[in-house]
């Protein structure tokens, strides 16, 4: 409520000062203003709303034995496709790491883009697929989608990426 009263008061004051007063004069104002403001601010009394920003914390690598993808590629182009297309590319992965691997989740940045991947640990030593459906439906011109996978393996997060350069599909002008 605070926030909203020194919000109305500092355009009730601005609108004065713009209106009423010679340069110099506005020059104080304001500058009287912008201290009455950082003085709310240091203080705390903004808002209680607003909240400082959270700062993410850095992923800290687990003890012990940890799973680890070596993917055969980690990007790939579709090359030149027609809108409307629907192309599968499929991503090979190996565990080289210490202990069994768990995909818990992959998500693309675009709906268009569909991943798929094991639901069943991988062991050491073991592979696994990864295959991307991208649907270029009203998808003309330049793509580039990036399928984001989550999995106990440090860090956490890895991602695949997939382009392709799509034709614009063409009207049909002649409707029957």
């Known amino acids: 409520m605070k926030a909203i009263k020194l919000n109305v008061f500092i355009l009730g004051l601005a609108g004065l000062v713009m209106f009423g007063c010679s340069n110099q004069e506005m020059e104080k ?73 768990i995909i818990s989740s992959a998500s693309a940045s675009c709906g268009c883009t569909v991943p798929k991947w094991p639901k069943e640990p991988i062991p050491v030593g073991g592979t696994g697929e990864i ?12 793509q580039n989608k990036t399928v984001t996978i989550t999995a106990n393996t440090y860090p956490k997060i890895s991602k695949l990426k997939i382009k392709a ?3 614009p599909a063409k009207k049909d002008n002649n409707p029957s």
């Open 165 to 167: 350069l799509v034709a």
């Open 29 to 101: 104002r304001i500058a009287k203003l912008e201290g009455k403001v950082a003085e709310l601010e240091g203080s705390g009394n903004v808002s209680p709303t607003i909240k400082p920003a959270k700062t993410a914390e850095p992923e800290v690598k687990p003890d012990g034995p940890v799973p680890e993808f070596k993917f055969d590629e980690e990007a790939f182009d579709f090359g030149d496709i027609n809108e409307g297309d629907v192309v599968d590319h499929v991503f090979a992965f190996t565990n080289v790491g210490q202990a069994p691997l």
């Open 131 to 142: 295959k991307v459906q991208f649907n270029s439906k009203n998808k003309p011109g330049v």
